[in-house]
């Protein structure tokens, strides 16, 4: 052992002998590796309990609410159908499940301790992010999927069992979800980056995206006059184009109760798809960046 | 290759506080080395810069030559290390723990399932390999991280005061743990504030306080060096001593500088000279057939040490 003040201190210059790395896998498969065992994770989790109960009331909900009224424009034909039901209500399952899945998936590595672990391996913090996004995104399309399977029930039970055979918007709109869920994990999980305490983290996603993006999207345009394209929960509603048609970009009406008029913006797809894309790039880089500065103090 | 670590310069400001100043040490070869320090002294900051859990505000720190800050990925594949009482996913048992973290560090599935079973049973948890961790209390817990840190037999170890949170039977079992891993071409390097856990396992000390690095050594050394050129062990025998005995046949040796009682069994020897001597006083005092049961470094010199030292640097 050398030392200082005991002995000559450690050569600074000395290039000590190189290490061996065995056999550690590509950074490509650790995140796969550890994706697995972080979904095995969330599959046996109370929050995994919880989100499947959110999912099947929610679809308890909007089916009991179908059979009362039984709505005639709705229940016509299958892409009217997985237009009501699917396309909204799959936004509201991908919000709930960012929050249960990926509020805390960075935070709670701090706040918990699993990051000591999961750090004191021969592992990049870049797989230590991606794995846990592919872990989260995984869990998040499993509760898609259920909900996907409540609204196909309601489809098969007024449409008859035709509407088993899946129509191609509907697999367009499931697209086009899948973009939405990526964008909003990038932007939870840059979220969850920001602190080290998971009830934060948690926090500040459901304020903004249960109410918070909504309320700056009805200012915006009542104020503003603005079109909000740069809200991620704004662009998010072209996922029901495909099946509904695209509406009039911007639509302006006279209001019944007076000569005020009334404008309505529908984002193009355009710009739905790219501003998603970039949400997604740019919290996901933002989120990383965040992970890789942040210490285990 | 021998085993190393490395740490050049090492440097950790938080703010305008200076956690660790400038620390320069090598230690290689295999060996015991306890990392001495009173709480704040930048122990645990040190070896959470070898890991990279924290990052240097200044200089590097090397495993086996390679610099953790570079290539944590390079440098941390011969290291298992135990920082800060870590927790495993809840909802995995210590078993799919272990498969994920023999998988990540890429050993082959048989290999993982043969080192899970070798190091669960040397934590005596052999039975809950299957439970699931959220389930278990902190010194299980504890048990559970010692055998992860171990999994992969890796030639570095570190451990940050792996007795926290244990029971006296399972501080008494990691150090039988430690002293076995010392059997293995393998470098351990364990911070700790308990003195005694130090003299019973390791073979090097290092103290730091405030930060800085006050001497590393050779334990005996230490003792010897510091404890003003006189070397301390401590004799345990099977049943008390007569005064006279003690004093007529151990305390005459010629390698005894003196000797003090330390209770009914024990007693502080002061050795004059250095392992040479110390050698040739075991051989005598064992051959006297009195009971000898251990021979070994003076806990209270090690202690009298720290001690000194650490009011130094508040003076």
């Keep these: 052992m050398s030392a200082t003040p005991t002995f000559a201190p450690a050569d600074a210059s000395a290039t000590a002998p190189a290490g061996a790395i065995g056999t550690v896998p590509t950074t490509v498969a650790q995140a796969l590796i550890l994706s697995r065992y972080q979904f095995r994770d969330f599959l046996r989790s109370r929050r995994f309990i919880l989100m499947m109960g959110i999912v099947l009331a929610a679809g308890a909900i909007l089916t009991t609410v179908v059979a009362y009224f039984r709505p005639a424009g709705l229940i016509d034909n299958a892409d009217d159908l997985y237009g009501g039901l699917w396309a909204g209500g799959a936004g509201v399952v991908i919000v709930f499940a960012g929050i249960i899945f990926g509020g805390d998936a960075i935070a709670g590595e701090f706040q918990n301790k699993t990051g000591y672990f999961l750090m004191g391996l021969p592992i990049k913090r870049t797989t230590v992010y991606a794995g846990k996004y592919l872990a989260t995104l995984a869990a998040s399309i499993v509760s898609l999927i259920v909900y996907l399977i409540i609204v196909t029930g309601n489809a098969v039970y007024y449409l008859g069992a035709g509407a088993f055979s899946v129509p191609i918007p509907l697999i367009e709109s499931f697209a086009i979800t899948l973009l939405y869920l990526l964008a909003l994990l990038g932007f939870v999980f840059l979220f969850s980056s920001l602190f080290k305490t998971s009830a934060y983290a948690v926090l500040v996603v459901a304020i903004l995206f249960l109410f918070g993006f909504s309320i700056i999207q009805e200012v915006i345009v009542s104020l503003a006059h603005t079109e909000p394209w740069f809200l991620l929960s704004y662009v998010n509603s072209i996922n029901a184009y495909p099946l509904t048609g695209v509406p009039g970009h911007i639509v302006t009406t006279r209001s019944p109760f007076g000569r005020a008029t009334v404008t309505t913006y529908n984002p193009t797809y355009f710009e739905g798809l790219v501003v998603m894309a970039g949400y997604w790039l740019l919290t996901t880089i933002g989120g990383l960046l965040f992970f890789e500065r942040e210490e285990f103090t | ?315």
């Design chain 2, 1 to 315: 290759m021998t085993p190393s670590i490395e740490a050049v310069g090492l440097t950790k400001r938080f703010g305008s506080f200076t956690a660790l100043d400038h620390l320069n040490l090598k230690v290689d070869g295999s060996k015991c080395v306890g990392f001495l320090g009173p709480n704040g002294a930048g122990k645990t900051t040190t070896l959470k810069m070898f890991t990279d859990l924290i990052f240097p505000s200044e200089g590097e720190a090397f495993i086996n030559g390679v610099s953790v800050q570079k290539d944590r990925k390079r440098a941390l594949s011969v290291c298992g290390d135990l920082i800060e009482s870590p927790e495993i996913y809840p909802s995995l048992t210590p078993r799919e723990a272990f498969q994920m973290s023999g998988a990540l560090r890429g050993m082959r599935p048989e290999e993982v399932a043969s080192r899970t079973t070798t190091v669960l049973e040397e934590v005596k948890m052999m039975e809950w390999a299957d439970q699931k961790f959220g389930s278990f209390s902190k010194g299980m817990k504890q048990r559970v991280n010692i055998a992860a840190a171990l999994l992969s037999d890796p030639e570095v170890v570190i451990l940050d005061e792996p007795s926290t949170g244990l029971d006296p039977r399972g501080m008494a079992e990691v150090r039988s743990i430690v002293r076995g891993l010392k059997k293995g071409h393998r470098l351990i390097f364990m911070s700790s504030h308990i003195l005694s856990e130090v003299v019973d396992v390791c073979d090097e000390v290092a103290l730091l306080d405030r930060g800085k690095l006050l001497f590393a050594d050779r334990l005996a050394n230490v003792t010897q060096r510091l404890g003003g050129g006189v070397r301390a062990v401590e004799a345990e025998f099977a049943s008390p001593l007569d005064e006279t005995v003690l004093a007529s046949q151990i305390g005459a040796l010629p390698e005894v500088g003196g000797w003090s009682r330390t209770d009914a069994n024990r007693i502080t020897l002061q050795v004059k000279g250095g392992p040479v001597e110390q050698a040739h006083l075991l051989e005598k005092i064992a051959s006297l057939q009195l009971g000898l049961v251990s021979f070994r470094e003076s806990r209270s010199a090690l202690e009298e040490v720290y001690l000194r030292e650490i009011s130094v640097g508040d003076a």
